[in-house]
């Protein structure tokens, strides 16, 4: 399952399901972009990973939520071709009951998960359209197809996302454009683990543990390869049996 070389962007790729695809993105012979908002030092960190395997990847930061930041950006990537795989792994939880939720919360959420979906599909969407050849990849959560309690900004997002990958696919098809979403369950990230102890997990999933950030990177990377070029439309729960 090679990527040819095709160039990759992961908006969120310095955190753990992202860095896992990144480096999975990588090793099948992407060329790959590793995005942060903050911790730029982490998506280095994933970078000199990269590198020292053998693959090629830098790192760029910038809020996903500015869309002129985002747009700026982008355009300063210096690439040899467009972009023909983008996967928008950026996201982040503030729970709260919905009657105790502040607009913020909400806000920021919704944010960072679908408009920052927007900001960094729609400047590489063009140029990849004049390849015919591309690969959108949105990582959602269970929460978008199930909902969850506390999590109604949260649920709210992934939810949009599934909407987005949906008109996506419908509008680029003939295009040879593929757009999916992948819904993650309980994924062994560290934030995760302390919410969730291992009984718990055991009682909630029929597989009884958790996932693991390289089993999503797999599924990311299959979706971004030629053998997934007649999947599109599409939500893929990879939850255990959950959901």
């Known amino acids: 399952m090679s990527l040819d070389g095709r160039y990759a962007f992961v908006s969120g790729g310095s955190g753990h ?37 053998g693959g090629s990847a830098e790192a760029v930061a910038f809020d996903v939520t500015d ?17 023909q ?5 950026a996201g982040f939880s503030d729970d709260a009951p919905l009657a105790g939720m502040t607009a ?8 960072v998960s679908l408009n920052g979906f927007f900001n960094v599909v729609q400047p590489l969407l063009l140029p990849m359209l004049r390849t015919r050849w591309g690969r959108v990849i949105a990582i959602s959560s269970l929460s978008g197809v199930m ?7 949260y649920a ?23 757009a999916n979403a992948i819904a993650p369950g309980i994924i062994a990230t560290p934030e995760v683990l302390e ?10 999933v029929p597989m009884k543990r958790a ?30 049996g959950l959901g």
Do not use: M
């Not at 909902?147 to 900004?153: C, K």
């Not at 709210?156 to 098809?173: D, I, Q």
């Open 195 to 204: 919410v969730f102890p291992e009984e718990r997990i055991a009682a909630l």
């Open 17 to 53: 399901i992202g860095g896992a695809i990144c480096r999975t993105l990588a090793a099948a012979g992407g060329r790959v972009v590793v995005h942060a908002h903050s911790g730029r030092e982490r998506a280095e960190a994933v970078v000199a990973e990269i590198r020292g395997a």
């Open 147 to 153: 909902g969850n309690r506390g999590q109604a900004n």
């Open 67 to 83: 869309d002129a930041a985002a747009k700026a950006a982008l355009a300063t990537l210096t690439t040899e071709a467009p972009f």
């Open 104 to 111: 913020e919360r909400w806000r920021s959420v919704v944010d």
């Open 156 to 178: 709210a997002a992934k939810a949009g996302l599934h909407g987005a990958v949906k008109s996506l696919s419908l509008e680029y098809a003939s295009r040879g454009i593929t």
């Open 211 to 240: 996932g693991t950030p390289q089993e999503v990177a797999d599924l990311a990377a299959f979706l971004a390869s030629d053998k997934a070029a007649y999947i599109s439309g599409q939500v893929i729960t990879i939850g255990g």
């Open 85 to 89: 795989i983008v996967v928008h792994a």
